[in-house]
């Protein structure tokens, strides 16, 4: 008895609470991996501010921990049942995603993929991310041309996201590689490519820790390592540790991806030699915007022209600039950054 | 009448022809591995120190001088310092039948307090870091006191605690990294126990010094001292340890007390390493501290185990990681053999306990 009241009263909450949540507008959810990664959490700045600003509804969830899948199916299945007009999904396992994501475009709800391509990519109706090829690509041409004829006796360290090899951080290592002039064999796989050049990749989580594991191990492997690319700014500033270290700081060239503004920082204080900064922000409010066309004319957005994808920009940051690589100032990276 | 009496007389032509040997302990004949059983039993500590020694001359023999140089192995104990100082936080934990989840949460929270309150606040570095210290202690006194006077089991009030410690790490620090460089010049006592040194090549840190002086110190203490007794007494039967006069609820909450201040102190270690304070560091540390107490031998169930084979355990696992790396396999072997070794330990932990002491 006092057990089906207090589930009648939990009833009337949670009806309560909703209907207090559909009073405004159509609902647009975003559903990112964490909600504790300065990067996601920017993309819910800017999702929730477009939002507002057009009358919309935003409803968040993120998984508890990077690669937290279940819940990332779980949020899908709520928005799908709240009616929501679109969602907007950063996937932590971009193919097993793809049954969750065809039930909600089956039932009408227009999916964008932000930041991460699900694979294959046309699983969703459109993916409005950074180039990360041509964010690797960048800084992968920038180190070529930063090191001259040295590039042709490099020793190359990558330290990458995890071993599941997740699209982000294949396209970035892949990107690299060939900005930096290494045969890539099969573009979609680290690891395969055989160059002499290279000495090595290991995963980092992307984060500090992970980062200055990865850098040693690869050190105890080629203590002659002189150019790392990292998956993104924490990896980085651990990598920089471990050299340090051993105190060759300044005689290895590191180069990252993201743009947050401690990285940012980094490369003005030469931790790192450039990063490509890629705009978080804007990928959430130009997908509530296309979200909120979809509601209104039934329009899906198309994609950037000679591209799967919707290409949100990606800009070198660095106050080295190199010949035929271009880049943008620290003063402007330092702008434009997040985190 | 008669044939009653004659059969009464007789009780002991039943015993005839039986050994006339009474019981004894057959310590004598115990054989080979029976021997090698108790010897295990005395000290648990060997099994995880000779698969420790295996691996290292394995990873020699196959790798050389890359991996059998003064380098890579302090190298090892470098980046094991984190887990180890961690593991020694479980071990104590888990002698006394418990277990601690919240230990990886209570480190990041205390390395975030001593980074937030230098630059937040402005407070003298070593201020902060007391301050640190403070809030490791305060959060293992919380788990202490639900486990032992509210009678919660240890797991749930860990598991609880885990959650709400991250929670406020992410809360209160905003998930802001305070950069090493600006460490390096405001605060440079947070990195303290990355300050380095080299003896004939091999490289040591504060924070590995720090380790194995910890485990030193706290395996003494437990071996040597009425504390130390008593953990184990409250590990392996409360009940009888209370009756036999030992205060169970003191001696828990000295326990979950002296585990926080030592995750604490594993914050402080962690500024060292990774150089920066960032929120999102040692997630799965409890995993992984777990990880290294079971592989070095202390039993889940409490009371027996000692604290040295946490350290074994800890370096165990960094000499697969980075052996394996140096092979150049897939970092998946790495976990696959940890798992492998994880039950390989239990099940050999069982065995021993078969024999009596």
Redesign the interface.
């Known amino acids: 008895m006092k057990l089906a009241k207090l589930a009648g009263a939990a009833a009337l909450g949670v009806t309560a609470m909703a209907g207090s949540a559909m009073a405004d507008g159509e609902t647009v959810c975003l559903i990112t991996k964490t909600d504790t990664n300065p990067f996601f959490v920017k993309m819910k700045e800017g999702a929730t501010a477009k939002a507002e600003e057009l009358g919309m509804t935003l409803k968040a969830f993120a998984g508890k921990v990077d690669g937290d899948h279940e819940t990332q199916v779980q949020a899908i299945e709520t928005c799908i049942l709240d009616g929501a007009k679109g969602i907007l999904l950063t996937a932590s396992d971009t193919s097993s995603i793809v049954p969750a994501v065809k039930q909600a475009r089956d039932a009408g709800v227009l999916v964008i993929a932000l930041d991460t391509p699900l694979e294959p990519i046309d699983s969703a109706d459109a993916t409005f991310a950074t180039d990360n090829f041509l964010a690797g690509l960048l800084i992968g041409q920038w180190a070529k041309a930063t090191l001259g004829d040295a590039a042709n006796d490099a020793k190359i360290a990558t330290l990458d996201l995890a071993v599941s090899q997740p699209t982000v951080d294949v396209l970035r290592n892949q990107g690299f590689l060939q900005g930096f002039g290494v045969d890539l064999a099969d573009p979609n796989v680290i690891g395969d490519e055989d160059d002499p050049r290279l000495v090595g990749s290991d995963v980092t989580a992307g984060n500090e820790e992970g980062g200055r594991r990865a850098m040693e191990n690869l050190l105890a492997k080629d203590p002659t390592i002189n150019v790392v690319h990292t998956i993104n700014e924490p990896a980085a500033a651990g990598a920089y540790e471990a050299l340090k270290a051993i105190g060759r700081e300044n005689d290895v060239l590191i180069v990252s991806v993201d743009g947050g503004c401690p990285g940012v920082q980094n490369v003005a204080d030469g931790v790192i030699g450039a990063t490509s900064q890629q705009y978080p922000l804007l990928m959430a409010s130009l997908g509530v915007e296309a979200v909120k066309k979809w509601a209104d004319e039934g329009v899906k957005p198309e994609n950037t022209p000679g591209k799967d994808f919707f290409d949100t920009g990606v800009a070198l940051v660095t106050d080295k600039p190199a010949e035929g690589v271009e880049s943008i100032s620290v003063k402007e990276g330092m702008d434009l950054c997040w985190g | 009448m008669s044939d009653t009496s004659r059969r009464s007389d007789d009780f002991e032509a039943a015993a005839k022809g039986s050994p006339e040997q009474i019981a004894e302990f057959d310590d004598h004949h115990r054989g080979f591995v029976g021997t090698v059983q108790h010897f295990l039993h005395v000290n648990p500590s060997l099994v995880p120190l000779i698969v420790l020694v295996a691996a290292i001359v394995i990873f020699g023999v196959l790798l050389g001088s890359?991996?059998f140089s003064p380098?890579?192995l302090t190298?090892i104990l470098?980046?094991v310092q984190?887990v180890g100082i961690v593991a020694a936080a479980q071990s104590l934990v888990i002698l006394t039948a418990g277990i601690d989840l919240s230990v990886g949460a209570i480190m990041v929270m205390s390395s975030v307090v001593m980074g937030q309150f230098t630059f937040r606040y402005g407070l003298p570095p070593s201020v902060a870091i007391i301050c640190g210290l403070f809030v490791g202690t305060a959060i293992g006194a919380v788990n202490g006191y639900l486990v032992s006077r509210i009678k919660l089991p240890p797991f749930i009030v860990t598991l609880g605690m885990w959650q709400i410690v991250l929670a406020a790490n992410?809360l209160y620090s905003q998930?802001?990294?305070i950069?090493?460089?600006e460490i390096e010049e405001h605060a440079s006592i947070l990195q303290l126990f990355?300050a380095?040194f080299n003896v004939g090549g091999a490289?040591f840190t504060v924070g590995v010094i720090f380790m194995l002086v910890l485990i030193l110190v706290l395996s003494y203490a437990l071996r040597h001292t009425a504390w130390g007794r008593h953990v184990y007494a409250v590990g392996d039967d409360p009940e009888a340890a209370e009756l036999s006069g030992v205060n169970v609820h003191r001696t828990l909450m000295s326990v979950y007390m002296l585990s926080g201040l030592i995750c604490a102190f594993a914050g402080w270690a962690?500024i060292g390493?990774?150089?920066?304070v960032?929120?999102?560091?040692?997630?799965l540390a409890n995993i992984e501290s777990i990880t290294a107490v079971v592989i070095g031998g202390i039993s889940l169930f409490g009371g027996r185990g000692s604290i040295l084979g946490s350290l074994f355990g800890a370096l165990i696992v960094g000499v697969f990681?980075?052996g394996l790396?140096?092979l150049?396999a897939?970092?998946?072997w790495t976990f696959l053999l940890i798992g492998i070794l994880i039950i390989a330990a239990v099940a050999v932990d069982q065995w021993i306990r078969k024999v009596a002491a």
């Not at chain 2, 390493?273 to 920066?276: D, L, Q, V």
């Not at chain 2, 960032?278 to 997630?283: D, K, L, N």
């Open positions: 890359k991996f380098f890579a190298l470098q980046q984190i992410f998930n802001e990294t950069r090493s460089q990355g380095k490289v962690l390493r990774i150089g920066s960032s929120p999102t560091s040692g997630q990681t980075l790396r140096l150049g897939d970092a998946q």
